[in-house]
């Protein structure tokens, strides 16, 4: 496994970890997701650009 990938993986795991499903963070809005959503794509663009 190269580092993007595993990079990929992690970041996908984080994600759905973050996603407000238990009732003490529905108030904490998109903002945990969308944060890492954000780098998410942003590492996407760079391992398929071969930076990483």
Not at 22 to 50: D, N, Q, T
């Amino acid at each position: 496994m190269t580092l993007g990938t595993i990079l990929i993986i992690l970041l996908i795991l984080l994600l759905i970890g973050a996603l407000p499903s238990w009732g003490y963070s529905r108030a904490w809005g998109p903002f945990p997701s969308g944060i890492l959503g954000v780098v998410l794509v942003i590492v996407i663009i760079l391992v398929l650009m071969g930076r990483i």
